[in-house]
């Protein structure tokens, strides 16, 4: 398939002797300056005023601490899905119902690119990114966080908890009817749609 491209006119470059002049840019210039001048200013004085982020924002990734102990499982989704490799971790057993907990768990800020995707594919969602973003390190050593710095308490991670509730959920206490031809990725819903039943709740 041909692409066909516009080309520029013969004299599109060249300026009149107003335009050569260079006053119509100027006072254009001037004049957004001076209505700029009379506005209310929109910069943060940061570090002396702190920006305060929305639950949306990806921050720094955190492990959640529920009733005193992290919810993580240590299924090693996180680990393999990072991009970068900046997560590492270990498991160990544990007498809790959750049976398996991570022993080492440490991130690597240096390489964290802050894409989500750990949170993402979270299914405990023990790991979320926080709203924390001013953060520093003066060796390579400090930028690797290890399980202790990591732990946050599921209170101080509510709003971001909630937001993903919703994002992954937008359909959350409705309920609906839908035929079943729309939903036959499992056998049974096969099942039932051959047999006729054509609408579900």
């Known amino acids: 398939m041909a692409v066909r491209i516009k080309t520029a006119s013969p004299g599109e470059r060249k300026l009149s002797w107003w335009d ?4 119509p840019a100027i006072l254009s210039g001037l ?3 001076f209505q700029r001048l009379f506005k209310k200013p929109v910069t943060v004085q940061y570090p002396e005023e702190p920006i305060i982020l929305g639950p949306e924002f990806r921050g720094r990734p955190v492990l959640v601490v529920e009733e005193g102990k992290e919810r993580c499982v240590a299924c090693g989704l996180c680990a393999r899905v990072c991009p970068p490799f900046a997560i590492h971790m270990q498991a160990a057993e544990t007498e809790d119902p959750k049976e398996r907990y991570p022993a080492v768990f440490e991130i690597n800020m240096l390489r964290c690119i802050y894409c989500g995707l750990c949170e993402e594919v979270c ?3 023990a790991i979320v990114m926080s709203p924390e973003y001013d953060f520093v390190f003066r060796t390579r050593a400090e930028a690797i966080y290890t399980k202790d710095r990591l732990l946050v308490d599921k209170k101080e991670l509510e709003a971001r908890l909630s937001w993903l509730n919703k994002m992954r959920n937008p359909q959350i206490g409705k309920r609906f009817r839908f035929p079943i031809s729309n939903n036959i990725h499992s056998i049974k819903a096969r099942t039932m749609s051959l047999q006729g039943e054509e609408v579900a709740s």
């Open 123 to 125: 299914p405990e969602e």
């Open 20 to 23: 050569r002049l260079y006053f």
């Open 31 to 33: 004049a957004y300056t």
